[in-house]
């Protein structure tokens, strides 16, 4: 997805996105009032929009106090949210598919950042364990990233 896809996305769920100069955080949530800090790149906005509207699909109340773990857990949960929406298993498939051969070149295709790839694909690393299957491929988190087509 696209940040202006996102935006859309946004304003579908009456929620106001405003870029500001924000000194501490990249994206916050507040009630229907999302802020995202001015100065990044438009793929680092897309991928803290992401996951600025995961908070707001899963999260409640204040979370910004990382020190509790209940707070820990919805801040995951709105990064997962993210992580589904621009990556997901669909989106390693599709980079194998488009001949991307690094980190760099599939954050490229996927339109996120190598940060956001990278831990992405931790996320799914840890959930799925070494390896996993959609449709006819198989990918494969451990040693090391790969995609293998079944025949």
Same mark, same amino acid.
């Given at each position: 997805m696209t940040y202006e =896809? %996102?935006?859309?996305?946004?304003?579908?769920?009456?929620?106001?996105?405003k870029e500001k100069p924000l000194p501490v955080s990249?994206?916050?949530?507040?009630?229907n009032r999302i802020a995202?800090?001015?100065?990044?790149?438009e793929t680092e906005k897309t991928c803290v929009l992401?996951? =600025? %509207?995961?908070?707001?699909y899963t999260a409640t109340g204040n979370i910004l106090d990382q020190s509790t773990v209940e707070n820990r857990k919805q801040e995951l949960r709105g990064r997962i949210v993210a992580y589904n929406k621009l990556v997901g298993l669909r989106?390693?498939?599709d980079a194998y598919l488009h001949?991307?051969?690094?980190?760099?070149?599939?954050?490229?295709y996927l339109e996120v950042?190598?940060?956001f790839l990278i831990d992405s694909l931790n996320?799914?690393?840890?959930?799925?364990?070494v390896y996993t299957k959609l449709d006819n491929y198989v990918i494969v988190f451990e040693p090391s990233i790969a995609v293998l087509e079944l025949v």
């Open positions: =896809e %996102l935006l859309i996305e946004a304003d579908s769920n009456n929620l106001t996105v990249k994206g916050r949530l507040k009630g995202i800090r001015k100065d990044m790149t992401a996951e =600025e %509207l995961g908070h707001h989106g390693i498939v001949h991307c051969q690094s980190i760099s070149e599939s954050a490229e950042t190598e940060e996320y799914y690393r840890n959930k799925y364990g």
